[in-house]
């Protein structure tokens, strides 16, 4: 049963460029796709980066020059930065695994929340 | 605004039939297959359903699902005191070339 674990800083300024880091164990990373989906506080889901089993990768347009998704293999984490953070990009930000055919969002993190203030 | 459209809120009586229902457009549902996500308190999401009517192995029976065309619908039969929860539709979309979903709806269990 594949498990994931997000990490990130918590607290963060305002401009600043957040790392969050999601471990995987209990299951390979090469076969999947991976993701990263946010949700403010009290509102709904929002899809921000997408990694492809390839390597190749795609942003939501509404974010794409301020995020970027990598991977290291190796040691089975995915991570996503974003750049140039305001109040408006604090929220629960969650790691999750694709299954494509038929495409699902299989297995979440517990999420880790991002708070942006001075 | 999501792409896709659900009523905020729905509420029903234990051992009552509830149907949550998701609009969305030929962009996504139209051609593209439906999840539905159950997400309790200060939890996760959790997948409920996958390719529109399909279970995850350990989701009980009392959740089904179905869609046509550009909407999709969730039913729970038997609603129970723990079935409240926020529940949100996804789609691919592909002028977005990524997921989407609905904005929610709360179910309360009277």
């Known amino acids: 049963q594949v498990q994931l674990q997000e990490s990130g800083p918590g607290l963060v300024q305002p401009s600043e460029t957040p790392s969050l880091t999601c471990t995987v164990s209990?299951?390979?990373?090469?076969?999947?796709?991976w993701s990263w989906i946010r949700q403010p506080p009290g509102k709904g889901l929002e899809w921000l980066a997408y990694?492809?089993?390839?390597?190749?990768?795609h942003y939501n347009p509404s974010l794409r020059s301020r995020v970027s998704i990598s991977i290291d293999t190796p040691n089975n984490q995915f991570s996503l930065k974003l750049t140039s953070v305001t109040a408006a990009d604090t929220a629960m930000y969650y790691c999750v695994r694709v299954i494509r055919g038929p495409w699902r969002l299989d297995s979440w993190g517990p999420g880790t929340f991002v708070t942006v203030s001075s | 605004q999501s792409l896709l459209t659900q009523p905020p809120s729905a509420s029903g009586t234990p051992g009552q039939r509830v149907t949550l229902s998701c609009s969305g457009s030929s962009s996504n549902l139209g051609i593209y297959t439906v999840n539905w996500y159950q997400q309790l308190p200060r939890t996760a999401p959790k997948l409920l359903i996958y390719d529109d009517s399909e279970r995850p192995s350990g989701v009980p029976d009392r959740f089904s699902a179905s869609k046509s065309g550009t909407s999709a619908s969730l039913a729970i039969s038997g609603l129970r005191s723990d079935d409240e929860a926020d529940y949100y539709c996804?789609?691919?979309?592909?002028?977005?070339?990524?997921?989407?979903f609905g904005g929610g709806t709360r179910l309360t269990v009277l």
């Open positions: 996804a789609s691919w979309d592909i002028n977005l070339q990524g997921p989407v």
């Open positions: 209990g299951g390979s990373m090469t076969t999947y796709d």
């Open positions: 990694l492809y089993s390839r390597g190749n990768t």
